[in-house]
């Protein structure tokens, strides 16, 4: 007597009605308004890019917006992308990536494995990998980097030095000492 009846993928667990018949009576609710659940055995859907979307987990990409005409000041851990577009002070550590665009300012120190320079930047910068400086960025203070990129009209000022295979780039200025002392 009861029929089979076929409704849309992902409503039931064997898209049929219960044995019961109405499947109002069974449990089952209408899906207004709708949302996304995780089911057990799928792959997980995309809700809203959050960094963590997708069930991948909180290890993969932690990134961090500071939004133009937004200000932030303190000491900044766990956080793998920073993206500046306001204005930022504080000390970054064992970052993986941090932009600046055109509009940020970023005032402190960086520890970072590769930056990508559009704005204002002041500080102490150390760069592991590629520092990229935008035809509008300016990076003022103490800049460190394994590999240089500067854009036409890019500008840099203060100590800059070249990271060399070792951790510490303190091997470059060594020389530099003895020669002033025996002239």
Known sequence: ??????????????????AGGNPLT?????????????????PPKRVAPTGTEGGAPATEMRKLIVGRDIS???????????VVEGTVEAKLRDGRVIEIADTGLFKGSVEIDDADIG???????????TLKVRGTGKITGTIRYGTLEVENG??????????????????APAPKAPEPAGA
């Open 26 to 42: 069974q449990g089952f609710k209408p899906d207004i308004p709708r949302r996304v659940v995780e089911i057990p055995g799928t």
């Open 154 to 171: 890019g500008q840099l000022s203060g100590t800059i030095e070249v990271l060399t295979g070792g951790p510490k780039p303190a091997t």
């Open 119 to 129: 704005g204002r930047f002041e500080g102490d910068i150390t760069v592991r990998g």
């Open 72 to 82: 932030l000041s303190g000491e900044i851990a766990a956080c793998d992308v920073l």
């Open 1 to 18: 007597m009861n029929t089979p009846t076929s409704f849309p993928p992902g409503t039931g667990a064997s898209g049929t009605t219960p």
